[in-house]
C-alpha cells in the first residue's frame, strides 16, 4: 500500500512535469502554432464536424460504462499538391456510468465503472501527406465531475427519450480540473491494392486525467481517398491495444482524494471497430460499431466489455 506521504510526493512529481511539458511545448511551439492557425482562418476551408459515441444506438436502453461521447469540431484545412494541414479546435463531453443506471447507489457492485464527466474543449494541428502517413498532436483543457454537467446532460436526454433515469450519479468522482496532451503519429501506409490500404499507427495521451500509449492497424476497402476530405465510399476496420497509465474516470482525479467510489484500471485495454464512411462533396458521414474490452481490474471480460455505435456528420461549405 502506497504511503500518503509518498503518493503526495508522487503527485507534486506529476505536477510538476505536466507544467514543465506545457512549458516547454508553449515556448517551443506556440508562437509557430498560433501563426499557422491565423493563417488557416483565413486562407484555409472550413469544415464542421459532429461526433456521437453511444451505446443506446445500438437499440439497448440501458446505459453502461463509456455511455456517451459527444464532440463538435471546427476545423480549417491548406492543401498543396502533396499535403494536408489542419488546424482546428473542439469541445466535447463523456459520460460514463454503472452498468446498470437503474440501481440505486448503494446496489452498485463494488468492481462496477464510477459515475464520471470530462467536459473539455481544446485546439490541435494535424499534418497528412499524400503517401498515407500522418501526425498529429494537441491539447485539451476541461473539469472531471459534477463540473462537467454529466448529470444534467444524462437526466435530461432520457426524460426526452422515455429512458430510464439513472440512480447513481450521487456517487461521482470528484471535481478537478484537467489538462491532456495528445499525439498520433502514422508513419507510412500500405498499397496492396488499388482498392486496399493498411495503415499502422502509434497514438499516446498524457495529463492527470488519461494517460496512456498505444498502437492501432486499421484497414481500409473501396473507393478510397489519399487525403482526408476527398471523396470515398469504402469499409473498414481498426484493431487498437493501448496501456493505461492513469484514467481519471476510474479512479478519481489524479489530485482529488478521498472520492465516494473508485476502481484500479487494467493496464492493458483492446478496442475493435468496423464501420463504413461515405464523403460527397460537402458532406460526409461515418457509422461503425466498436467493441471495447473490460478496463477495471479484477472484472471479467464477459462483465465489463462493451459495445457501442460511433457516427461521425462532416460538412465543409
Not at 437503474?102 to 446496489?107: E, G, T
Not at 477495471?296 to 455505435?309: M, R, Y
Request: with cysteine; hydrophobic share 40%; glycine share 12%.
Amino acid at each position: 500500500m502506497i504511503q500518503p506521504g509518498v503518493r503526495a510526493m508522487q503527485k507534486t512529481i506529476v505536477a510538476f512535469f505536466l507544467a514543465a511539458a506545457c512549458i516547454q511545448a508553449g515556448a517551443a511551439g506556440f508562437g509557430e502554432l498560433a501563426e499557422g492557425f491565423r493563417t488557416a482562418v483565413a486562407q484555409g476551408q472550413r469544415s464542421h464536424l459532429v461526433d456521437i459515441d453511444n451505446d443506446s444506438l445500438l437499440l439497448n436502453r440501458d446505459d453502461g460504462f463509456y455511455t456517451s461521447g459527444l464532440r463538435y469540431t471546427q476545423q480549417y484545412a491548406l492543401r498543396d499538391a502533396s499535403r494536408l494541414t489542419i488546424y482546428g479546435w473542439r469541445i466535447g463531453q463523456e459520460q460514463y456510468t454503472a452498468s446498470d443506471i437503474k440501481l440505486p447507489p448503494a446496489s452498485i457492485p463494488r468492481l462496477d465503472h464510477p459515475y464520471a464527466g470530462w467536459l473539455y474543449g481544446g485546439v490541435f494541428k494535424t499534418t497528412h501527406l499524400s503517401d498515407g502517413s500522418y501526425r498529429r498532436f494537441g491539447l485539451d483543457i476541461g473539469c472531471l465531475g459534477p463540473c462537467a454537467g454529466g448529470e444534467w446532460t444524462q437526466k435530461n436526454l432520457h426524460r426526452i427519450l422515455d429512458q430510464p433515469i439513472p440512480q447513481g450519479w450521487s456517487t461521482q468522482v470528484k471535481n478537478e480540473p484537467g489538462l491532456v496532451l495528445y499525439g498520433d503519429l502514422a508513419p507510412l501506409r500500405w498499397n496492396p491494392h488499388a482498392a486496399v490500404d493498411i495503415t499502422p499507427a502509434l497514438h499516446g495521451r498524457f495529463g492527470n486525467i488519461f494517460t496512456d500509449a498505444g498502437a492501432s492497424l486499421t484497414v481500409r476497402a473501396g473507393q478510397l481517398n489519399q487525403l482526408p476530405g476527398a471523396s470515398t465510399l469504402h469499409g473498414f476496420v481498426r484493431i487498437d491495444g493501448r496501456a493505461i497509465g492513469y484514467n481519471a474516470t476510474l479512479q478519481g482525479g489524479y489530485f482529488s482524494n478521498d472520492n465516494p467510489r473508485t476502481v484500479s484500471p487494467k493496464r492493458l485495454v483492446g478496442e475493435a471497430e468496423a464501420g463504413i464512411q461515405w464523403i460527397r462533396g460537402p458532406f460526409g458521414v461515418l457509422a461503425s460499431v466498436v467493441r471495447r474490452s473490460n478496463e477495471i481490474s479484477g472484472l471479467s471480460n464477459a462483465a465489463g466489455a462493451q459495445n457501442f455505435a460511433r457516427l461521425q456528420f462532416t460538412y465543409t461549405p
